[in-house]
């Protein structure tokens, strides 16, 4: 197996190269003055298995070309296999027809893969893990919430509540509560499929002078979180920290969140940012190592 560099993930690829001993591949790349990018593989890939380390966080649309261009340039270079490591996996959250008329952005996207050259893909928290199902190659999702958790416990967290902002992230919540040891709960959020604002709805949670983490997938304009945090002000909680996988964090999300009484900001670098405080190198290392002995 070789590891290819992709622009957008370099340093975790090389954490990854680094605890597997997979030797790596770098990635020419720029952009030209038109805005199309250019990729090059600078190694050989003949008869290999190569695994495409690449995030898709803004700007997605360039990513995503430059995943695709390295795709088919393994292939062209005789690559066996191609498998894309895409830890944050843009459009993924537009996985079904919510309104006549629209399309369901993630199927094109991964059909695009396919035909790029993409024969398996691994990717991290997916939104809905049954969006997988749709897709034209086997892939899986892993989760870094166990991670997350741990970074929290490490800071003296222990028995923490775990809060899901909504019911579709209560299995992280799940998954948050089974390291941190304490309890976990969520709230209820409601979404207008035409303008995309969200509101939140205050049930009585056990969280008066308890620290809470609210975990979610994504922290995109941390409208979700600030929400979160004002119920669990009003409702005693001592602490409120929160920790996501994909720390988009767009405009002044951060500004925000922290504004609104949250204490720490924890994301992964699947969106490398200040924010990324725990890696996903050893969750994607020991993945990548199955694969290679599979
Ligand atoms: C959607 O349901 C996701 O799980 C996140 O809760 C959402 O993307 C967060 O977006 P924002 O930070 O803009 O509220």
Redesign the pocket.
């Given at each position: 197996m070789k590891i290819v560099l992709g622009p957008a993930l370099q340093e975790l690829g090389e954490k990854i190269s680094q605890l597997t001993s997979i030797p790596i591949v770098s990635v020419a790349s720029k952009t030209f003055p038109d805005g199309e990018n250019y990729v090059r593989l600078e190694g050989t890939v003949q008869d290999e298995h190569v695994a495409i380390v690449q995030t898709t966080c803004a700007p997605q649309d360039s990513r995503l070309m430059q995943l695709a261009f390295m795709a088919a340039a393994a292939k062209r270079n005789k690559a066996r296999k191609v498998t894309a490591v895409v830890p944050y996996l843009a459009y993924a959250?537009q996985d079904k027809i919510f309104l006549q008329g629209e399309n369901a952005s993630i199927e094109t996207v991964v059909y695009m893969l396919k035909a790029s050259g993409v024969d398996a893909l691994v990717t991290v928290n997916i939104?809905a893990e049954n969006a997988l199902s749709n897709f034209p190659f086997p892939a899986k999702t892993l989760s870094a919430i166990p991670f997350l958790a741990e970074y929290f416990m490490q800071k003296g967290c222990k028995k923490a509540f775990a809060l899901a902002?909504?019911k579709?992230?209560m299995y992280i919540a799940e998954q948050a509560r089974s390291v941190l040891g304490g309890e976990a709960g969520h709230l209820e959020?409601q979404?207008d499929r035409y303008t995309?604002q969200?509101s939140q709805t205050a049930k009585h949670l056990d969280v008066k002078g308890k620290a809470v983490i609210i975990f979610?997938?994504?922290?995109?304009?941390?409208?979700?979180?600030?929400?979160a945090a004002k119920i669990l002000r009003e409702q005693g909680a001592a602490h409120i920290y929160t920790a996501?996988v994909h720390g988009?964090?767009?405009g002044d999300?951060e500004k925000r969140i922290l504004d609104a009484g949250v204490e720490e900001i924890v994301a992964t670098d699947s969106v490398p940012s200040h924010v990324s405080k725990v890696s996903l190198a050893p969750l994607i290392a020991k993945a990548l190592k199955a694969l290679e002995s599979g």
């Open positions: 959250r939104h902002p909504d579709g992230a959020k979404r995309g969200t979610d997938d994504i922290i995109s304009t941390g409208g979700t979180i600030v929400g996501c988009l964090l767009i999300a």
